[in-house]
T-cell receptor
Framework: AQKITQTQPGMFVQEKEAVTLDCTYD???????LFWYKQPSSGEMIFLIY??????QNATEGRYSLNFQKARKSANLVISASQLGDSAMYFC????????????FGGGTRLMVKP | DSGVTQTPKHLITATGQRVTLRCSPR?????VYWYQQSLDQGLQFLIQ???????AKGNILERFSAQQFPDLHSELNLSSLELGDSALYFC?????????????FGDGTRLSIL
């Protein structure tokens, strides 16, 4: 079974609107972490936001927030007020406590922001 | 700029050859991770080093090896290269080897096998 599933291969959003990128995960660990990374067309991987499994509050970093629903095993990324520079691939990743510190990545979602 | 430096940025070589990819972690980071990104396999963890010691191993082929030196820089050696080894290879670093510390990625080395 896939550990990280991103069901939206591609999405469009209008500039200045909010967008939600979906991520569901599968783990039997009680302690784990969820990360989102952005990969622009230039190729680098940029860390955006982190959510720990024991964190009670949803993580926020500027225009990025993470909608964490533990019982549903989902960790969706919300980008508010989309900008043209947000056009990129977005990857959800998980670190499981019992698997060391390696990250397992989903297949990614390509976000395209329309002017 | 993540602070993680990878060289070279691009590498073109032929099947059967051997290459070395180099990574300098962010200042103060003790853990180094190597990942491979290919079209068919996506992003896959290869190996982790922490303060010079191998900490975890993922889907790393026997033809690949890595090490972390006393100055904490790391090298990934790929030998007997095959066409399927063409990929973007990332190095990432974090302060320690655990927990909620994010891994910061370098810009990657794009390896093309002809």
């Amino acid at each position: 079974a896939q550990k990280i599933t991103q069901t939206q291969p591609g999405m469009f959003v209008q500039e200045k609107e909010a967008v939600t990128l979906d991520c569901t995960y599968d783990t039997s660990d009680q302690s784990y972490g969820l990360f989102w990374y952005k990969q622009p067309s230039s190729g680098e991987m940029i860390f955006l936001i982190y959510q720990g499994s024991y964190d009670e509050q949803n993580a926020t970093e500027g225009r990025y927030s993470l909608n964490f629903q533990k019982a549903r095993k989902s960790a969706n990324l919300v980008i508010s007020a989309s900008q043209l520079g947000d056009s990129a691939m977005y990857f959800c990743a998980m670190r499981e406590n019992n698997a060391g510190n390696m990250l397992t990545f989903g297949g990614g979602t390509r976000l395209m922001v329309k002017p | 700029d993540s602070g993680v430096t990878q060289t070279p940025k691009h590498l073109i070589t032929a099947t059967g050859q051997r290459v070395t990819l180099r990574c300098s972690p962010r200042s103060g980071d003790l853990s180094v991770y190597w990942y491979q990104q290919s079209l068919d396999q996506g992003l896959q963890f290869l190996i982790q080093y922490y303060n010079g010691e191998e900490r975890a191993k993922g889907n790393i082929l026997e033809r690949f090896s890595a090490q972390q030196f006393p100055d904490l820089h790391s090298e990934l050696n790929l030998s007997s290269l095959e066409l399927g080894d063409s990929a973007l290879y990332f190095c990432a670093s974090s302060q320690g080897g655990q927990g909620n510390q994010p891994q910061h990625f370098g810009d990657g080395t794009r390896l093309s096998i002809l």
